[in-house]
């Protein structure tokens, strides 16, 4: 099963004194999202930053806005979501605790771990407060994907590059019939396959 590690932030990010923003990826077992969330921020005129991850191993399937009315999200260029805020009916407002969450699928299923972090680029991360006074906010590590897959190479060691086999573990009732899922992913390109249960 698919599933994200939490990163924790540590530091002043979240400190009343600091201002933050973080990547918070669903925990073990959820939906593959990671959802950007801001904290501590005073009354802000507007917001705008990136976030990267690698399109190579990640599909970006959607986009989810959080309670900020007028957020823009957009993901033009692969592997690059932008976004941006600016809402005169809104001045000064505080930005809420979920900004947009993301919702991934895996492209390679034979990655094992890849990161999905803030970024300056294509949009610059830009915050402005009252008095168009420039915010520089305090960034989270990137939340770090991790397929659930542990490849091997067959003699028990562990292989990246290799496909991945997977059984399902089911409770069973003495006298009952017993189907267990054979499952195989990150194969390409096969002639034959072999092995014993």
């Given amino acids: 099963m698919r599933h994200f590690v939490l990163i924790l932030l540590l530091g002043a990010a979240w400190g009343a004194s600091a201002q933050g923003l973080a990547l918070l990826a669903s925990p073990t077992g959820s939906p593959l999202t ?13 917001g705008q930053g990136s976030v990267q991850f690698d399109a190579a191993v990640l599909d970006l399937d959607s986009i989810t806005l959080g309670g900020w009315p ?5 993901a033009g260029i692969p592997g690059s979501v932008a976004f941006s805020w600016f809402d005169p009916a809104l001045t000064g407002a505080t930005p809420p605790a979920t900004l947009f969450t993301l ?19 294509p949009t610059p991360m830009e915050w402005i407060g009252l008095g168009f006074t420039e915010i520089t ?11 659930g897959w542990t490849p091997t190479d067959g003699g028990g060691g562990s292989d990246p ?11 069973v009732v003495p006298g009952e ?4 899922a054979l499952t195989a992913e990150g194969f390409d390109g096969v002639l034959g396959w072999q092995g014993s249960l």
């Fill in 34 to 46: 990671v959802t950007a969330g801001a904290a501590g921020f005073p009354a802000v005129l507007s």
């Fill in 177 to 180: 019939p017993l189907v267990l």
């Fill in 103 to 121: 919702h991934f699928s895996w492209a390679d299923s034979t990655a094992l771990t890849t990161p999905v972090a803030f970024a300056s680029t």
């Fill in 70 to 74: 007028s957020m823009n999200v957009s």
């Fill in 161 to 171: 590059e290799a496909g991945a086999f997977a059984i399902d573990s089911v409770e």
């Fill in 137 to 147: 906010p305090v960034l989270g590590a990137a939340a770090v994907a991790e397929s």
